[in-house]
């Protein structure tokens, strides 16, 4: 293996162990802990895709990085 496939590799085995993570911790809480939190990420998650800021990690920020049309994808998210 190249030395740019275990780099590959080490940063997918990363990406795992942080969803396994986030699984662990989800199972943990209680279903109304859960459902309160899924509902505020839910609230951030609508507040950042219609936001204008071009900040690092912003929904504009991402669509640059991606070569995407901000408004033809919120369009698809939205279904408007």
Partial sequence: MTEGEQ??????REILA????????????????AMAEAAEEWDRAREWLASGSKKER??????V?????PDTVRKAVLGA
């Fill in 7 to 12: 780099m590959v590799a080490a940063a997918d």
């Fill in 18 to 33: 942080a969803v396994f993570a986030s699984r662990i911790a989800l199972v943990k809480k209680t279903r109304e802990q």
């Fill in 58 to 63: 912003s929904f504009l920020w991402y669509c």
């Fill in 65 to 69: 990085e991606f070569d995407l049309a």
